[in-house]
């Protein structure tokens, strides 16, 4: 297997760089390749920016029907998926945005037909039949706009043609899990002045991990199995060769079981859910998580509607275009998680209570002209967005139960229907096993969190001709936000977390002289040793258990103002050869922590303050400025058949919005200090001696790492002074083999392969050694024939070929020291597509 992998890889290394796009097989040359870096169509080698740019042909020989499928054939990129779909992140040059809190907005900026997306996974879907997709990388907070802090993916979809075709697609999948794919389109015009495309396409797999249920009540025996359909349409009207509209509106639906994660490490507290469910965890050492059977006696299903509406126009005056868009998405998350990710019945997510609505209405408008030295652009963009999360973690039959054999306690050994025992807490009357409630009790919706923001930006974009072969681009950004969000938190009622509230006070901070007495006292009534007890009262206490909490209902809001903008000085010193050097400023929205986590993630917050003066409640976290500087040289060879880019960068954040997750959630902090930091080369090669070939692939060096700062208080934290990012590989290489070909009777045929790997990583926000993920390759490949005029091709096509096991996020066991799982990668699958146009 080892040799199969280096030799995969030796072949596919061959290429490093950028792929291209929009160009024509019979051109093959890469001086024809255009982007839209700049909101202007110009040629890839004569922008001073760091992109990437994959034509729809790439696009579909390497399978890339979503973002996540990019990340093999893209330089630099990291995109994961961990709970469900909407908790899918892409980083770029070790920089990117992880976990499930909807208030925090994505560092990679995700543009769909010229619509940001403004939150992490709403812009990870089908995205249908593609034109091109650009990678920008680095901070592109000028044209566009905040959360742009890391780079941007930019996809432009097929737009209608007056020429009537149709396209159908069929695809089986086999390997882990079995499937099959349908997709349609037809696009035409209904006259000289209107065209329309039309496309739906519908997706099932069986999951690839199987489910042991323990009893349930889940059911369903597979889990990260795909059933989703999807429906877009696009309207044309070309009123005149000035003028033009284009409307759009899309739908997808999704009904998917997503997503358990397997143990890696099983610490001691094992033991104490194998003895309440034989089994509910896998002993230390006794299983391989690549074995993909999954604990899991909640259900893990999702259901999501994503919808929007957009129309875009633009009308060519004398000296000057105006482009205007508009748009309005939705989109809706309902899921349920067995949040402890074992058989045991300890605490789970219901569908009912476990749910994410987000609004956002978008409006951008810009004008652009040039003459002989001057080009510009001027612009406004404005969003509005609103999203309201309801969350509420429940107890399970066994919570109360667990905790007590967790603590040591002698009574549960011997008699778990008795609850955590009198002995162990006096004055404690425990709940009999099977009795468990919602931790947000009397209120059966739980938690609920509103938050609507407003954004307002002008800015400014334009490159001066400062010398015949020099130019200067410059461009500056004014943002403006507002957010409010209102907290309303529903009751909270464990007994066990009463009894130490009546004790110890609505501070509860076991670390106090006070509270190391009366400790005592219990551990000498009971024979539990104290750490056991304040393991024990941590763990029955968190934020969303303490009756201090309950009905605390509260507002809080924030507003900022930030200029962002760049300033590039270019020269091209022959017709195939442009260097450049780029200063910019980057911003990421500040926002807020949408529940009972505080920043420090603990239970140490002076509560009584909290009730005294709900706003004092420390749920906000700092906006996240980046300073960048980027030099690039960009070249070609061999008549222009040959592109060979090389890029140095240092990206300096000022802030720097830090996500850990502390085994029960996920926190957000602001941290003074980060970096990324590294070289880039890409290659495209069209050889003139085989025209059929085309070589290209690209190898990322990025070292990002925290800077060192003074303690918080929180270990998971602080353990991350001066060390590496999470999910931030040293390096990244990728590369693509292409060879298409003719047969006789006119027919020609097909050979693709795509591959590529990544250094050691972390895959924990909090770095904990155990979540480390070796370095890894992955390859896909696909082999077709068919016709010469493209009406009809049969391909066979595999993914990750060498069935690679690798961790996608690992992350602590809740509730569960010691313990780890992790998120996996897919396995290896592959299958038959036939594909028909007319």
Sequence with gaps: MKLFKKSLLAGVATAMAVSGAAFAQETRTVDTITVTAQKREQGIQDVPVAVTAYDAELLQNAGVRDLKDLAVIAPGINITSTSNEFVTTARIRGIGTVGDNPGLESSVGIVINGVPRARNGVGFNDLGELERIEVLRGPQGTLFGANTSAGIINITTARPEFETSTNVEASYIGGDANGWALSGSATGGFGDLVAARVYAATRQRDGFQDVQTFGGPRTENEDANQSFYTVSGQVLFDFNDDVNLLIGADYTERDEDCCGAPSIV??????????????????????????????????????????????????????????????????????????????????????????????????????????????????MFYSDEGLRRVDSIQMGAHFEPYLGLLGGSPTLVTDLANGLGAAFIPGFTPLAVGAGTPLGGGNPIGDAFQQNGESLSFFTHNTLAI???????????????????????????????????????????????????????????????????????????????????????????????????????????????????????????????????????????????????????????????VNSFELGFKTEWANDTVLANFYIFRSDFETYQLNTFNGIGFFVTSIDGAQTQGAEAELLWFPESMPGLTLQGGVTYADATYDEFAPTGTADVDRLSGQNFSLAPEWYTSGSVTYEGNLENGMTWLAHLDGRWVSEQNTGSDLDPEKIQEGYALFNGRVGIGAEDESWRVELWGRNLADEDYIQVGFDGPFQPGSFNAFLGSPRSWGVTFRSRR
């Excluded at 009912?352 to 209405?361: E, G």
């Design 266 to 379: 099983s610490g001691p507290t094992a033991l104490a859910l194998n003895g309440l469910v034989p089994g509910s965890r896998a002993l230390p050492g006794s299983e391989d998580p690549f074995s993909r059977t999954i604990r899991s006696n909640r259900d893990t299903s999702q259901q999501i509607a994503d919808q929007g509406l957009q129309g875009e126009l633009n009308w060519d005056f004398d000296n000057f275009t105006l482009t205007a868009i508009l748009s309005d998405r939705s989109y809706r998350l309902d899921s349920g998680q067995d949040t402890d990710f074992t058989g045991a019945d300890v605490v789970f997510r219901d569908t009912n209570t476990n749910s994410f609505r987000f609004n956002n209405l978008t409006f951008e408008t810009r004008i652009a002209g040039q003459n002989d030295r001057f080009d510009w652009m001027f612009g």
């Design 467 to 625: 010398g015949e072969n020099t130019d200067l681009t410059f461009g500056l950004r004014h943002t403006t936000t507002e957010k409010e969000a209102t907290f309303d938190f529903g009751d909270s009622n464990v007994p066990a977390c009463d009894v130490w509230e009546t004790v110890f006070g609505d501070a509860l901070d076991f670390s106090t002289p006070t509270a190391g007495a009366i400790l005592a006292g219990f551990s000498a009534g009971s024979g539990v040793p104290i750490p056991s007890l304040v393991q024990f009262g941590t763990f029955t206490c968190l934020p969303f258990a303490r009756d201090v909490y309950s009905q605390i209902d509260h507002t809080q809001s924030l507003e900022e103002n930030e200029l962002t903008g760049l300033l590039s000085l270019s020269h091209r010193f022959n017709d195939d050869f442009l260097a450049y050097g780029t200063l910019s400023r980057g911003y990421k929205a500040g926002g807020f922590n949408l529940d009972r986590f505080t920043q420090a993630g603990s239970s140490a917050v002076d509560f009584t303050s909290v009730l005294a003066d709900p706003t004092s409640y420390p749920a906000q976290f700092d906006p996240e400025i």
